[in-house]
């Protein structure tokens, strides 16, 4: 099994050298030579397995030699072994045929947990085994950079620096990043927004001479390891409602596109996914591109859905790959364009293309606090704000096929846009109930990639 980069001009790489590389030298990201499929009767068997089988099931045709089977299994038993649910990624009905998938029991209540804790324990094997020490930069919206956090703290191969924009992530989001007290955790506040934190983290993966010297690692949504390993809910949710012998709809609310890639990845490998539907807050590109085939950025506005407050989504450079017949030099193209003119049109072969497996809709500010209201009013069920999102838009899609909500962050995360919605104020699970009372520990810095090489190099000892 090999990788090669979305833009055709870096190294051919293993499994386990695409995991710790992250971004692509070309600037591309690594997707797999070839998708594995699996046949009917290997989806049929998957259904109700624990979830480490079927996430075991699912991802070892991805890895070739990288990791052995013993290896892979325990850090899947690792990973997965601090959830709250036993069943991992519980489905609940809302509606004769609309289910939410809850992805939010992991350590930080949000569904970046499933990638991250298994990445964590992968980078632990490989980086042991290599005798090697790496540092990891990633850029956040919010929960992202806590899910790292979580998953590396206190590994003695790693340090973890996340940069996050300045007051624009909620307070729980914060104090699960800035109150860890190992030592080679760095939280660093931006001046700026997520875009510009993930614009730093690009240029310092770009800045070679820096990159090389302190061996800079990536875990962002960028980095094909976290997207497999999202791929495995897909499976045994789809599993659970009857796939193969029945399809199923998703509707995922999506930001940096890496959360609904891994839908299509599985889609891909042969499991029966009539649709999956793009939903987006008022930062709502990816459905412009998608209805229209303009990706046009413009600036970011801010909303109760924060971690959705994307305008540039770099998981999308997956999609439009093989969107363009897996043209590495077309997708470049179209890159340096968006660089250079903040957008341009998706051709009208590739737009073709998406619209065969993709649909999209968009949730304003007061559609998404309705959906929080109404969903609970019949069910009881408090949904986040992305939830919600993902919510509303699939209302617009519900029919005949069961369609599948992505429940991607737990209420208590955005307690002020539940309450605001409900009047309740939803309370943080026991395990974390005294996270207001952690001391917090947090550098401000510049949105400048010389003081933020500056104080990565200091950090390491450089
Ligand atoms: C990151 C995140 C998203 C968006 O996921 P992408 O993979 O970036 O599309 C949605 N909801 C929550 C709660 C998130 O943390």
Known sequence: MHYVSTRGQAPILTF????????????????????????????????????????????RPFLGESFTEDEFAGAVERAYAGFGHAARAPLVQ?????????????????????????????????LARRGERVTI??????????????????????????????????????????????????????????????????????????????????????NWARVLAQVVYYFSAATALGAPYRPVSFT???????????GYVARRMGLPIER?????????????????????????????????????????????????????KAVAQVMEELKLSGGFHISQGALQVLQETFASGRASEAETAA????????????????????????????GATPMITLATAHPAKFPDAVEAAIGIRPPLPNRMADLYERPERVTSVANDLTVLEDLVRERRGF
């Open 371 to 398: 959906a929080i209201a109404s969903i609970y009013a019949r069910t009881g069920q408090i949904l986040c704000p992305h939830g919600a999102v993902g919510a509303h838009v699939a209302q617009s899609y519900l």
């Open 137 to 222: 930069v990633g850029a956040t919206s919010g929960d992202t950079g806590s899910a790292a956090i979580e998953a590396f703290r206190g590994l003695e191969a790693v340090d973890v620096f996340i940069l996050f924009p300045e007051g624009r992530v909620s307070e729980v989001q914060r104090r699960q990043m800035t109150t860890p007290t190992e030592s080679n955790v760095h939280a660093l506040a931006v001046a700026g927004d997520f875009d510009d934190c993930q614009a730093r983290v690009k240029d310092m993966f770009n800045d070679f001479p820096f990159r090389d010297a302190v061996r800079l690692a990536g875990v962002n949504s960028i």
């Open 276 to 328: 999956l539907v793009v939903a987006t807050n008022q930062n709502d590109i990816l459905h412009r591109a998608l209805s229209c085939g303009d990706y046009v950025t413009s600036a970011v506005a801010p909303s109760i859905s924060p971690s959705m407050d994307i305008q540039v989504s770099s998981n999308f450079e997956r999609v439009l790959f093989d969107a363009y017949g897996r043209d590495g």
């Open 94 to 126: 809302l509606d004769a045929n609309h289910f939410l998938l809850e992805l939010f029991h992991g350590p930080t209540l949000a569904f970046k947990d499933f990638a991250m804790q298994l990445i964590g324990q992968l980078f632990q094997v490989a």
């Open 16 to 59: 386990e050298e695409a995991m710790l590389t992250g971004l692509a030298r070309d600037g591309g990201l690594y997707v797999p030579e070839t998708i594995p499929t699996l046949t009917s009767d290997e989806i049929a068997a998957l259904a109700g397995l624990p979830y480490e089988e079927i996430a075991i099931r699912v991802m």
């Open 252 to 262: 995922v609310p999506t930001g940096n596109f890496g959360d609904i890639f891994a």
